[in-house]
């Protein structure tokens, strides 16, 4: 389901066509690399956002069709002409990532989505336009299925979001359930920790059931890596509730029994 440290993208594995996979991989480069701008290092806010301004510029090159000045650019124009790709879900990404460099804390799940909106969907959009999949049904199961691969991240990764500083549970429904910010510094899954991840876990799995159609509407090997895709998000949620959202001393992974189950699965799903 993930690879590296930007993991709602799909990887460019050996169940995507051939053609596809050389396209997915640059422009996980491109995601990845401006996730690092944003996140990796000792850069102070204000060196991140303009390292940032700078793919924005490399973008606008682009659509004024001038050469681009770095190679990982002149990678991404190329596919970007090739696959006739839109360049409005780069700049939604990379807006994201911006969003990320001043915005530590979400008063509500409206917030959340907002941003999963431009973290997360847009890679889907992506693929779906590299796959010539244009019907907007397509494209609205492919948003429910990133944003809940989004909202999945952050339930695993609490303690490791927090420690950077950032926390992208809704801060009123932390009030609600009385957990806040020092219980989460200590690793407490005591008190009503665990109904409120609860909440929040079977939230998530809706909306991936939501978008789940797409893997069969989908066909071929692309179809089959999404439904991977699909299971190892409800894989995850499936241990993120057993262990009642304790993700201190149990964060949820992938195992090798895992991935075969999921193949199964997948190949039957069809």
């Not at 079977?202 to 699909?230: D, H």
Request: proline fraction near 5%.
């Amino acid at each position: 389901m993930s690879v590296g440290h930007y993991e709602n993208f799909p990887v460019a594995s050996i169940l995507l066509p051939r053609r596809l996979r050389h396209p997915v991989a640059v422009i996980y480069r491109f995601a990845r690399s401006a996730d690092d701008i944003a996140d990796e290092g000792d850069a102070t806010p204000r060196q991140r956002l303009a390292g940032l301004d700078a793919y924005r510029a490399e973008l606008s090159r682009i659509e004024a069709r001038l050469p681009p000045l770095t190679p990982l650019f002149v990678q991404l124009e190329t596919i970007i002409r090739r696959h006739a790709l839109p360049l409005q879900p780069f700049r939604d990404l990379l807006d994201a990532f911006s969003q990320d460099v001043v915005k530590t804390r979400y008063a509500h799940f409206g917030e959340v989505m907002a941003y999963c909106k431009k973290s997360a969907n847009p890679v889907g959009r992506l693929m779906l336009a590299l796959y010539g999949e244009t019907d907007t049904r397509s494209v609205a199961y492919s948003d429910a299925i990133c944003s809940s691969l989004q909202l999945i991240n952050f339930l695993q990764d609490v303690a490791i979001d927090y420690q950077k500083g950032r926390i992208y549970l809704p801060q009123d429904e932390m009030a609600k359930y009385h957990v806040d910010e020092a219980q989460i510094a200590r690793h407490d899954a005591s008190g009503l920790w665990q109904p409120f991840m609860l909440a929040q876990i079977e939230r998530t799995r809706k909306i991936l059931q939501a978008g789940a159609p797409l893997g069969k509407v989908l066909k071929g090997r692309i179809g089959l890596e999404l439904r991977m895709i699909i299971m190892g998000g409800a894989t995850i949620l499936e241990k993120l509730h057993k262990t009642r959202g304790d993700i201190y001393t149990r964060r949820p992974l992938l195992n090798s029994a895992d991935w075969l189950n999921m193949l199964y699965r997948a190949v039957r799903a069809n």
